[in-house]
């Protein structure tokens, strides 16, 4: 990196000089000028809301209020995607965990096979997987319960959280088990007492990805439910009619698409380092 | 699990010819290890599928057998779910559906594979304000599919800020031309940058002296991009573009909600699918579904064929000299193939 620095300095040419930085001006301003729109409106009174000045005046949480005073179940939607996407990713990691560290660590025919079957099992189309078991729950009455979003969610999630993981523990040097057998720890031993502790950031960078994959998700959540009181945000969301029975009630919905965000801007924010790590450890690494 | 029995037999005669290896007797236990991962897969994505194809070949309802008297429950129709897909109305709706399907699928994953390329070589260029990209970049991706859905509809709205920027009185989400558009914008938006994120990793592997080495040989930047940039961050364009196309033939959230359902000029195969089995007509639903599959399942197969994505890295696992150099060759993966790549 040094000498790229060097490279680069060496011809500084204002042009050269300046260019990546106009470049990166225009990738930030791509990205988060939808989402500053979706802010801005959020934040107008309802009867601005065709206003398409650029900051909100007069300032207003109106939209917020209505979000989540109207009969909406807006807040028992955020707990039901809650309650889903954590119990997802606690799932996806407890199972996925112990794959990964086998696929990672020991060597056996097949290895390459069954790493692959388990990520081709994510490519698989939602709609494919859906419908067979909307049917399923629908005879076993599992439609509007949790566990019927749930299950499901587990085709993306612990193909993700394994491909993961595993690029995770391939990083770690094997001396660190062979030395804990050697003082007299089984291998299970050696993955409970030193492979865990030491793999807690990995497992954390996986949980986070895990999970704003999982709050994401809709066609599961559309699909296996018709009630609002066990709707997700996201297809709350979808089916808003507003407070005010407006026709189109976008100020509500832009409220609420920032009330669904901001938990996963903020994670962004924070762990970017992180996410950025375990979304490229399998794929390019 | 179909998988355990033959890892089992292998591990076993393997063991014997390395008693003092760390692995000892690995088959059983990896096997033990992954059944639950694989159980879970099995029921989650291998029983829906067999089941999917099952399904296909039966119809629903009620129905008026040859004498007259009432059939319940579903009937083996062969595949007839099949033949009335591509013939007559919903021959048409299918056919419709299926060019949405590919011609977003190829005008967006072409659209944000460009536009990724692009940031990425940004990226890379710039020493400061990386980490405010980098935040930036994951925005998009972060937010959920339906929110920016509804935040794409809102700004293409009538009197939305689109149509103010540009000037025009466009009714963006209605139907035709400009609803394919509005969609392929909404999508390139979301995934153009997560290209771009995994391109700058692939990019940050390559080190500066091939650069050098080609600025000494007086190649021109194309030359450069070419002939170096292009092969070696390959394996990780391959990567991203083959889950784009897998992600796009299956995309639902985006048109469904922009847009909305029954729409032909965005309908897709997973909306036409989603529509059937909303109306309870399973057989035909499971048929669409088992159609998408296939597709998707040809699609990649053709891709990992032609152009050889290695998905799950396999090709850098044997790279010669084998197991004891490898976490050398990953440390420095790049210089192995800059020095092929150097070569030409």
């Not at chain 1, 960078?205 to 009630?227: D, P, Q, R, V």
Request: net charge positive; proline share 5%.
């Amino acid at each position: 990196m040094s000498t790229n620095v060097k490279v680069a300095a060496a011809e500084a040419s204002p042009w050269r000089k300046w260019a990546p930085l106009v470049g990166v001006g225009v990738i930030v301003i791509y990205c988060l000028a939808p989402f500053y729109w979706m802010a801005v409106s959020a934040f107008r009174r309802p009867s601005d809301q065709f206003s398409n000045k650029l900051i909100p005046a007069p300032f207003s949480i109106q939209n917020f209020k209505d979000v989540f005073s109207g009969s909406n179940g807006f807040g028992k939607g955020l707990l039901n995607s809650l309650i889903v996407a954590g119990t997802v990713t606690i799932l996806t990691l407890l199972i996925g965990m112990v794959a990964a560290y086998t696929l990672a660590r020991l060597d056996f025919k097949f290895k390459n096979a069954v790493l692959a079957i388990i990520i081709t099992t994510s490519m698989f189309p939602g709609i494919s997987l859906v419908i067979p078991l909307l049917k399923l729950f629908i005879n076993i009455k599992w439609i509007n319960t949790y566990q019927a979003m749930i299950v499901p969610s587990l085709s993306f999630a612990l193909p993700l959280a394994v491909w993961n993981l595993t690029a995770f523990f391939r990083q770690m040097p094997r001396e660190l088990e062979q030395a804990a057998m050697v003082d007299g720890c089984t291998p299970a031993q050696a993955f409970r007492k030193v492979i865990i502790p030491l793999a807690a950031p990995g497992v954390f960078t996986t949980a986070i990805i895990t999970f704003i994959a999982a709050w994401n998700e809709f066609l599961i959540a559309l699909s296996m439910t018709n009630k609002k009181s066990v709707q997700t945000a996201n297809v709350i969301i979808s089916q808003f009619t507003g407070t005010t029975g407006r026709d189109q009630p976008f100020g509500s919905q832009m409220a609420a698409g920032v009330v669904v965000t901001i938990p996963l801007v903020i994670a962004v924010l924070l762990f970017q380092r992180r996410i950025v790590a375990g979304l490229t450890a399998g794929g390019v690494k | 699990m179909s998988e355990s029995a033959p890892i089992n037999n292998r591990s076993e005669s393997k063991a014997s010819k390395r008693v003092t290896s760390f692995n000892e007797g690995t088959g059983r236990l990896a096997a033990i290890l992954l059944s639950p991962t694989l159980i879970v897969l099995a029921l989650v994505v291998l029983y829906p599928i067999v089941s999917a194809l099952r399904e296909s070949l039966y119809t629903s309802g009620t129905k008026l057998d040859a004498n007259g008297f009432v059939v319940k429950g579903s009937t083996f129709v062969g595949l007839d779910n099949y033949a009335a897909i591509f013939s007559g109305d919903t021959g048409s709706r299918f056919w419709t559906a299926f060019y949405n399907t590919t011609f977003f699928t190829v005008v967006c994953v072409v659209l944000e594979t460009v536009l990724g390329v692009a940031m990425a070589l940004i990226m890379h260029k710039a020493f400061k304000g990386r980490s405010v990209v980098r935040a930036a970049i994951l925005v998009p991706w972060a937010i959920p599919t339906v929110v920016s859905a509804l935040l794409w509809k809102w700004i293409f709205q009538a009197d939305g800020i689109a149509n103010t920027l540009i000037g025009s009185q466009i009714l963006w989400s209605t139907d035709g031309w400009q609803a394919k558009l509005s969609i392929i914008i909404a999508d390139t938006w979301k995934t153009a940058p997560f290209i771009g994120l995994l391109v700058l990793a692939g990019l940050q592997t390559i080190p500066a002296e091939v650069y050098e080495a080609a600025k000494v040989d007086g190649a021109s930047v194309l030359q450069t991009f070419r002939r170096i940039t292009l092969p070696l961050v390959k394996p990780a364009l391959l990567v991203a573009v083959l889950f784009r196309i897998l992600d796009t033939l299956r995309i639902f959230d985006l048109p469904y909600v922009l847009v909305g359902p029954h729409k032909p000029s965005v309908e897709t195969l997973s909306m036409l699918g989603y529509d059937e089995a909303f109306n309870t007509r399973y057989g035909p639903a499971a048929a669409y579904a088992t159609v998408l599959f296939l597709y998707v399942a040809a699609v990649a197969y053709v891709f990992v064929k032609l152009l050889g994505a290695d998905v799950i890295g396999e090709a850098r696992a044997k790279l010669p000299g084998g197991k004891k150099k490898r976490r050398r060759a990953i440390a420095a993966p790049g210089a192995a193939e800059a020095s092929l790549a150097g070569g030409q």
